[in-house]
């Protein structure tokens, strides 16, 4: 196969691997009715440094894996290193993530900067227009419990993603294959980004080792990850779905099995382990 790349050059390939992300251009080739699907919802970042953070929430909270149940989202907070690496009491930071219902249209202004210009891909944090950062604060004084305002308030840096996700329907097309987020894209509930890629790549190489002919591989590939890659799809999906459907709380409906002791427990966790662990 001769590929060719957008500089003009080209390459001849025995094999052709798409490792190449969320936007994928090899996906394009193979599949290209399949596009990221947007949730309805964008997580909020941000990252406060230990001491500008109050008193009480040094004291009781930082040092917890948070998770805060809000009307019609969710926000995870923790502990990290300092930007020195250090973990020393008092140089360290507290991230958070906010999930946040977004409609589309509202999600189109987040990402046009104040000269007009769209970034589809994600816009940087320095070019997010001031009045939207002011707005999701404004939020956070109104919903959230006075002890956890300061990590929204406080954070030096803030920043949003809109959160996406991609259900291929296939992974391998004659002796083009995908890999990682170009091949399945989880919403980050699920946590295992740089597993799923990683066990991928392993998956592809022993296929390739073991497999004389390469079509004989790319098959063996695709019946290893194929179904792990959906599963993941699908898990993220659930876990967001209370925010999808912007739920004041996940338990409201009973069907999507979402009391918040049971987010906790899955969340972050391979589908697989969920399943041989019975939560």
């Known amino acids: 196969t001769r590929v060719f790349t ?5 390459f001849d390939a025995d094999v052709v691997i798409g490792a190449d992300g969320f936007s994928s251009a090899v996906r394009k080739y193979i599949s290209p009715e399949i ?10 970042r941000g990252i406060s440094e230990e ?4 008193d009480n929430f ?5 040092s917890h894996y948070a998770f805060l149940f809000l009307p019609q989202s969710l926000l995870i907070g923790y502990p990290i290193a300092g930007s020195n690496g250090s973990i020393e009491v008092g140089s360290r930071r507290y991230n958070y993530l906010w999930y946040y219902p977004t409609t589309k249209e509202k999600l189109k202004n987040l990402l046009t900067d104040k000269q007009g210009y769209f970034h589809s ?11 939207h950062i002011t707005d999701i604060i404004k939020i956070a004084n109104k919903i959230m419990p006075k002890n956890f305002i300061d990590i929204v308030t406080k954070a030096s840096t803030t920043m949003f993603q809109p ?7 296939k992974i391998v097309s004659e002796n083009i294959v995908l890999i990682g987020d170009a091949a399945f894209v989880a919403r980050p509930h699920v946590g295992i980004g740089v597993l799923k890629a990683a066990q991928d790549a392993v998956s592809l190489a022993n296929a390739l080792i073991d497999n004389s002919a390469t079509s004989d591989a790319l098959k063996t590939y695709a019946l290893e990850r194929f179904e792990p890659g959906r599963q993941a799809v699908i898990h993220g999906r659930n876990l967001g779905s209370f925010i999808e459907q912007r739920l004041d709380k996940p338990e ?5 099995n979402l009391p918040p002791e049971r987010i906790i427990r899955v969340s972050g966790r391979p589908y697989e382990h969920v399943v041989e662990q019975g939560l």
């Open 58 to 62: 040094r004291r009781n909270l930082f």
């Open 35 to 44: 596009k990221p699907k947007y949730s309805g919802y964008v997580g909020w």
């Open 252 to 256: 409201d409906e009973l069907h999507l």
């Open 163 to 169: 959160i996406y996700d991609v259900m291929s329907e």
């Open 6 to 10: 957008s500089t003009g050059k080209h």
């Open 51 to 54: 001491l500008k953070l109050s």
């Open 121 to 131: 891909d994600g816009i940087p944090p320095s070019l997010i227009e001031g009045e």
